[in-house]
């Protein structure tokens, strides 16, 4: 290697071979500080040697910041990337996530409701519980049968105590959180703590190389920006991906037919009020709303298909579930387009988040699509351009399977419903909507419950066989179980499920209310890791 110049080369035969040294993210929010610290805290040790990590952001563009959903993933990725847990609590108006409820999905009806919580059925590597609840289900859920965790949700406990180690729980956990703070968060931490260069400047022109590679980007307030590899993080514009590159965009409006959505954010009546554990998901007659507690207020929207219902229609039915409380609260529309680009990463460019799709947010799938391909992008990181094409396509291939299997398990919601009240869950039901994996899937299912052989075969399932077993089991799908299905681990099902029943009451009667833990921790913190 030669550092003459200043600038480190690899000599390839009688060629010189640039590294790939400079990453700049154009574009902030969540997924642009989030790629960044992801990046950085994983090169941290280049970085004396000349690696650099350039974040460009807009001073005059607002972030979407109604994301306030996220996955288990996210404590993982904000321990390695060096945060505090008990800081991320006391700035980003935090709160924890320990599954969904879905309200009125199945018949419409009052009473119906359903968990997806975020624990796994207890004894869930060793066997599936599926066959043994069915046959011995006794009028209980499937979710109390095998897990705690909708018991935990009911009474409105937190997954863990004030004396558990940060990012530790006594039942497996996400977040809700303030999308407005937690930007802002993740910019005070990755430019202290990782070192990740801020520029607070608007693109005007983007600069090629013969090959087609963006060499730079010019901006109004800071000139001339060089890189290696550019993250596109510009959003729905997808200014790198999608303008210049001339990636095309995959709609799936014809699977997933929820194309706008109303957000307002509710007070609580008053300061001590119960904060809820889990989001509340209930289906309307042309989409559904959604329902998350923070500590200071509650986030609410309507998520539905705007060839199913008007504007003001949407708008009149977000109000009547938010009662008098909603009446004069300001209402946000947000325009969604279902789908995502053919790739991903195209020559030196690769997007991440609303640059590289977007789909309706039931399951909380934005965020945790954006860790994955930040994780991927930087343990992937190509060493010079020569091999970027290669680690392209395996990134290309690995993400549109995610996104495949996003839109498979967002379908799944939908196609086990019983509800022909109106249009919208009739059209849902047509076999011209659902994917041909999805219905290979439904067709496998009714005679072997989904398990780890089902093609769930790749590293990182978004969505594991668990969460198709609640969705499936708690919609009313019943599959036919043989008796030999049964008889080789009766005794291990059998002891599970009394684990499971002493399990719950042991977490019952020792986890505290979820606010509580909450105010405990902004008062004295958790225990550092």
Same mark, same amino acid.
């Given at each position: 290697?030669?550092?003459?110049?200043?600038?480190?080369?690899?000599?390839?035969?009688?060629?010189?071979?640039?590294?790939?040294?400079?990453?700049?993210?154009?574009?902030?929010?969540?997924?642009?500080?989030?790629?960044?610290?992801?990046?950085?805290?994983?090169?941290?040790?280049?970085?004396?040697?000349?690696?650099?990590?350039?974040?460009?952001?807009?001073?005059?563009?607002?972030?979407?910041?109604?994301?306030?959903?996220?996955?288990?993933?996210?404590?993982?990725?904000?321990?390695?990337?060096?945060?505090?847990?008990?800081?991320?609590?006391?700035?980003?108006?935090?709160?924890?996530?320990?599954?969904?409820?879905?309200?009125?999905?199945?018949?419409?009806?009052?009473?119906?409701?359903?968990?997806h919580p975020l624990m796994l059925p207890q004894g869930f590597h060793q066997l599936s519980l599926v066959p043994h609840w069915i046959a011995n289900a006794n009028g209980r859920s499937f979710c109390d049968t095998v897990t705690p965790q909708g018991r935990i949700c009911d009474a409105g406990l937190a997954p863990k105590t004030?004396?558990?180690?940060?990012?530790?729980?006594?039942?497996?956990?996400?977040?809700?959180?303030?999308?407005?703070?937690?930007?802002?968060?993740?910019?005070?931490?990755?430019?202290?703590?990782?070192?990740?260069?801020?520029?607070?400047?608007?693109?005007?022109?983007?600069?090629?190389?013969?090959?087609?590679?963006?060499?730079?980007?010019?901006?109004?307030?800071?000139?001339?920006?060089?890189?290696?590899?550019?993250?596109?993080?510009?959003?729905?514009?997808?200014?790198?991906?999608?303008?210049?590159?001339?990636?095309?965009?995959?709609?799936?409006?014809?699977?997933?037919?929820?194309?706008?959505? *109303? +957000? =307002?954010?509710?007070?609580? !009546?008053? %300061?001590?009020?119960? $904060?809820?554990?889990?989001? /509340? &998901?209930?289906?309307?007659?042309?989409?559904?709303?959604?329902?998350?507690?923070?500590?200071?207020?509650?986030?609410?929207?309507?998520?539905?298909?705007?060839?199913?219902?008007?504007?003001?229609?949407?708008?009149?039915?977000?109000?009547?579930?938010?009662?008098?409380?909603?009446?004069?609260?300001?209402?946000?529309?947000?325009?969604?387009?279902?789908?995502?680009?053919?790739?991903?990463?195209?020559?030196?460019?690769?997007?991440?988040? *609303? +640059? =590289?799709?977007?789909?309706? !947010?039931? %399951?909380?799938?934005? $965020?945790?699509?954006?860790? /994955? &391909?930040?994780?991927?992008?930087?343990?992937?990181?190509?060493?010079?351009?020569?091999?970027?094409?290669?680690?392209?396509?395996?990134?290309?291939?690995?993400?549109?399977?995610?996104?495949?299997?996003?839109?498979?398990?967002?379908?799944?919601?939908?196609?086990?419903?019983?509800?022909?009240?109106?249009?919208?869950?009739?059209?849902?039901?047509?076999?011209?909507?659902?994917?041909?994996?999805?219905?290979?899937?439904?067709?496998?299912?009714?005679?072997?419950?989904?398990?780890?052989?089902? %093609?769930?075969?790749?590293?990182?399932?978004?969505?594991?066989?668990?969460?198709?077993?609640?969705?499936?089991?708690?919609?009313?799908?019943?599959?036919?179980?043989?008796?030999?299905?049964?008889?080789?681990?009766?005794?291990?099902?059998?002891?599970?499920?009394?684990?499971?029943?002493?399990?719950?009451?042991?977490?019952?009667?020792?986890?505290?209310?979820?606010?509580?833990?909450?105010?405990?921790?902004?008062?004295?913190?958790?225990?550092?890791?």
């Amino acid at each position: 290697m030669s550092v003459s110049s200043g600038i480190p080369f690899f000599f390839h035969g009688s060629a010189r071979v640039k590294r790939v040294q400079n990453i700049v993210i154009v574009g902030g929010g969540t997924a642009g500080w989030l790629t960044a610290g992801v990046i950085a805290a994983r090169h941290q040790s280049r970085m004396p040697g000349g690696f650099t990590v350039t974040l460009v952001e807009s001073p005059n563009i607002p972030i979407i910041g109604v994301g306030e959903g996220t996955w288990p993933t996210l404590r993982t990725t904000l321990a390695k990337i060096g945060v505090s847990e008990t800081e991320f609590f006391r700035e980003c108006d935090a709160a924890f996530k320990q599954g969904a409820l879905f309200a009125r999905w199945t018949t419409g009806a009052e009473d119906d409701a359903y968990y997806h919580p975020l624990m796994l059925p207890q004894g869930f590597h060793q066997l599936s519980l599926v066959p043994h609840w069915i046959a011995n289900a006794n009028g209980r859920s499937f979710c109390d049968t095998v897990t705690p965790q909708g018991r935990i949700c009911d009474a409105g406990l937190a997954p863990k105590t004030i004396a558990t180690p940060e990012y530790d729980g006594q039942a497996n956990y996400a977040y809700h959180l303030d999308a407005g703070k937690f930007a802002p968060f993740l910019t005070r931490h990755c430019t202290t703590r990782l070192g990740v260069r801020h520029v607070l400047a608007d693109v005007r022109a983007v600069e090629r190389a013969e090959n087609g590679d963006i060499v730079a980007i010019d901006t109004e307030q800071a000139g001339r920006i060089e890189g290696d590899l550019f993250v596109d993080c510009t959003g729905f514009r997808s200014l790198l991906l999608g303008e210049t590159m001339g990636v095309r965009f995959k709609d799936c409006g014809d699977i997933l037919f929820c194309d706008a959505a *109303l +957000a =307002a954010q509710i007070p609580y !009546p008053e %300061e001590n009020a119960p $904060i809820a554990t889990h989001t /509340l &998901s209930t289906a309307q007659g042309a989409g559904w709303i959604w329902d998350i507690g923070l500590p200071t207020r509650r986030g609410t929207g309507y998520v539905y298909s705007t060839a199913h219902t008007s504007d003001d229609q949407a708008e009149a039915t977000l109000r009547a579930y938010l009662g008098p409380a909603g009446a004069d609260m300001a209402v946000r529309r947000i325009p969604i387009r279902s789908g995502h680009r053919e790739i991903f990463w195209k020559n030196n460019v690769v997007a991440v988040g *609303l +640059a =590289a799709g977007f789909l309706e !947010p039931l %399951e909380a799938s934005a $965020i945790v699509l954006i860790e /994955l &391909s930040a994780k991927l992008i930087a343990e992937q990181m190509p060493a010079v351009r020569e091999v970027m094409d290669v680690v392209a396509k395996r990134f290309n291939a690995t993400t549109l399977y995610r996104w495949g299997r996003i839109i498979d398990f967002l379908k799944l919601h939908y196609v086990l419903t019983k509800r022909t009240d109106t249009e919208f869950w009739r059209d849902n039901l047509l076999p011209e909507t659902i994917p041909e994996r999805l219905q290979e899937l439904l067709t496998l299912w009714r005679y072997q419950p989904p398990w780890f052989h089902d %093609e769930f075969d790749r590293v990182e399932e978004v969505f594991p066989p668990a969460s198709y077993q609640y969705v499936l089991y708690g919609m009313g799908f019943r599959s036919e179980v043989e008796p030999e299905a049964l008889s080789g681990d009766q005794r291990l099902a059998e002891r599970a499920m009394r684990e499971n029943a002493a399990q719950t009451e042991r977490l019952c009667a020792g986890l505290p209310r979820h606010r509580d833990l909450i105010r405990k921790i902004h008062e004295h913190g958790l225990q550092p890791v």
